[in-house]
């Protein structure tokens, strides 16, 4: 199957700072990126969708100006995680849709990053 | 409104015993998706099958095996003759067509532990 990549796998930063997630496509171009959130021991919670070339679209509950997400290339998203607190710890999951030919569109999923903010 | 329900929490299992992952669904659309998931303590997601809602076929992958029932919303997963590597969360997800967005919604997981 295709490959997405997230980096960092793993990050730690302190309280106010703003941290930067990249999701890559790595053999495919994806108009569509999702990201997604996943605390511990729960399930994941779709954040937003991202769509290149134009704004992301936010699920109901998420503040947009607080997760910052760019979709400036056909295979990289990214999510911005502005003036970060310990609540804000979370794995934090991308997908990227390949549309092929056929009726359903593949959905690939990078290896998550894991923020814990101090 | 799309609801995905997995009831049971946790699951704890001796090798080489059966068993029988829940998933139950909810949504107005005639054409969905159902997935299952796996993620081991990595967390990273490992795709385990994908399903439409008109094939309501059974299947089977080796030891894994799917019973997807419409008239109940439901589609089950079982694991036959558990091994320990098969120690991991797993989510059921549902993705809604005909436009197929790509959005899934996903159930609050199965933690399955096998026990050697």
């Known amino acids: 199957g295709a490959v997405v990549s997230q980096h960092p796998s793993r990050v730690i930063c302190k309280s106010g700072t703003s941290v930067k997630i990249e999701c890559r496509s790595l053999?495919?171009?994806?108009?569509?990126m999702f990201w997604y959130r996943q605390f511990p021991k729960k399930s994941l919670m779709l954040m937003a969708t991202?769509?290149?070339?134009?704004?992301?679209?936010?699920e109901q509950g998420v503040e947009k100006d607080k997760f910052l997400i760019n979709h400036a290339s056909l295979t990289l998203s990214t999510l911005t995680v502005t003036s970060a607190h310990p609540e804000d710890s979370s794995f934090y999951i991308c997908?990227?849709?390949?549309?092929?030919?056929?009726?359903?569109?593949?959905?690939?999923f990078g290896p998550g990053t894991r923020l814990t903010v101090l | 409104a799309q609801k995905v329900t997995q009831a049971q929490t946790e699951i704890s299992v001796v090798e080489k015993e059966d068993v029988t992952l829940d998933c139950v669904y909810e949504?107005?659309?005639?054409?969905?998706?159902l997935f299952w998931y796996k993620q081991p303590p990595s967390g990273e997601l490992v795709f385990l099958i994908r399903r439409n809602s008109f094939d309501e076929q059974n299947e089977i992958s080796g030891r894994y095996s799917w019973n997807f029932q419409k008239s109940t919303s439901s589609f089950n997963f079982t694991i036959t003759a558990s091994q320990v590597v098969d120690s991991a969360v797993y989510f059921c997800?549902?993705?809604?067509?005909?436009?197929?967005?790509?959005?899934?919604?996903f159930g609050q997981g199965t933690t399955l532990q096998v026990k050697p």
């Open positions: 053999d495919f171009q994806a108009t569509t």
């Open positions: 997800a549902l993705s809604e067509g005909p436009g197929n967005t790509g959005k899934l919604i």
């Open positions: 997908s990227a849709i390949f549309r092929g030919v056929g009726a359903y569109n593949e959905q690939f």
């Open positions: 949504t107005r659309d005639t054409t969905y998706y």
């Open positions: 991202s769509n290149e070339g134009s704004k992301a679209t936010y």
